[in-house]
């Protein structure tokens, strides 16, 4: 366990790679035009520098390099570095959506899917999934099968709300390290959160509102499949899988709304829209900055309930939850209310 110093240093290293790398992907998309031209779904106005993800990575690998370096034990980088290695340079293939083609929905969901596999084959599968307080998967193919979905589902959550600018970013910023400390309590391996949570830090001088630079799908689906896989790290050192989906609660409830309100309504679910509650509170009036904020701070409730539950403080993390729901289901009711806003 290296002290406070080379977690600093770590961090320190990852941020400011980020910022230049990130930096030197918006001189060049700006040199050679390579832009996220808008539609009428998108939420800016004029053509914007985008594949800032490739930024995003740059960071994250040299704070595991600077991790290293600075003396992290074997055991703690091996666990995550094989597999998500392979795998980011799987999912770096997204720069093609962002800066040739638009890629299929099939498309993008077979290259997460090949990440997910290419993961749980090198990096392996814990002996059970605590998918819910009192419930776990324990057998082998059901362990698989969940990982892969939790994998693939968190990835395109955060692709679906990486709709306006900073949301993503901050999000990773505080749950990567929520998940760090929790992480470090249970003595596992910590790194993984804390070097997504700088890289994702230094993207976000460039795509706080209003931003310069958007990180595409490239980065959205690299920050996803990094945060679910230290959820999966997380399970064999007393965080259970569910610990996760309270920690990421705004986008996966986001997600899971949005998905089955359309599909009440017999909507194309793979067609693009702007139906989030993310994005209709901004068609609502919100600015971008505000919306920020506001996730922000429901992370930082969730990243609380789960720290409440590790410190045995039950009615705490209840209590948590408890607001953070209210909260979620207050502003459910306002946006509906106000649907003519983005009819």
């Known amino acids: 366990m290296i002290g406070i110093p080379g977690i600093v240093l770590v961090w320190s290293a990852s941020a400011v790679a980020a910022v ?3 930096a030197a992907v918006l001189w060049a998309t700006r040199r050679l035009r390579l832009v996220d031209r808008p539609t009428e779904r998108s939420a800016h106005a004029r053509p914007m520098p985008t594949a800032g993800g490739l930024g995003i ?9 600077a991790l290293w370096w600075a003396g992290a034990s074997g055991e703690s980088v091996r666990s995550w570095a094989g597999g998500l290695g392979a795998s980011t340079a799987l999912l770096v293939w997204m720069a ?20 997910a596999a290419v993961w749980l084959w090198l990096a392996g599968t814990p002996p059970q999934l605590g998918v819910a307080p009192a419930a776990a998967v324990g057998s082998g193919p059901a362990i698989v099968a969940v990982s892969a979905l939790w994998l693939v589902s968190l990835a395109t959550a955060c692709n679906f709300m990486d709709g306006i600018d900073g949301i993503v970013a901050l999000h990773a ?32 001088w460039l795509n706080w509102p209003p931003a310069r630079l958007f990180m595409g799908d490239v980065g959205a ?54 139906k989030h509650l993310y994005q209709r509170l901004v068609r609502c009036g919100w600015s971008h900055a505000r919306v920020d904020v506001g996730v922000g701070v429901l992370d930082l409730l969730l990243a609380g309930t789960c720290l409440a539950h590790l410190a045995a403080r039950t009615a705490l993390a209840l209590l948590l939850l408890g607001g953070v729901a209210a909260i979620l289901v207050a502003v459910v009711i306002y946006v509906e209310r106000r649907d003519r806003c983005f009819s």
């Open 20 to 22: 230049a790398a990130s």
């Open 57 to 65: 990575m740059a960071g994250f690998w040299s704070g595991a390099l």
């Open 96 to 115: 093609w959506d962002d800066l040739v083609r638009p890629l299929r929905v099939l498309e993008k969901l077979a290259l997460v899917g090949a990440a």
């Open 173 to 204: 910023l505080v749950t990567g390290l929520a998940g760090a400390a929790l992480l470090a309590w249970r003595g596992g391996p910590w790194g993984l959160p804390l070097c997504l949570s700088a890289a994702a830090a230094g993207f976000l």
């Open 221 to 274: 689906h690299f920050i996803g499949f990094g945060l679910a896989t230290a959820t999966l790290c997380g399970q064999t050192h007393g965080l259970p899988l569910w610990t996760g989906l309270v920690l990421h609660g705004v986008f996966v409830f986001d997600t899971g709304y949005t998905l089955v309100r359309r599909a009440l309504h017999g909507e194309n679910l793979v067609r693009a829209h702007q």
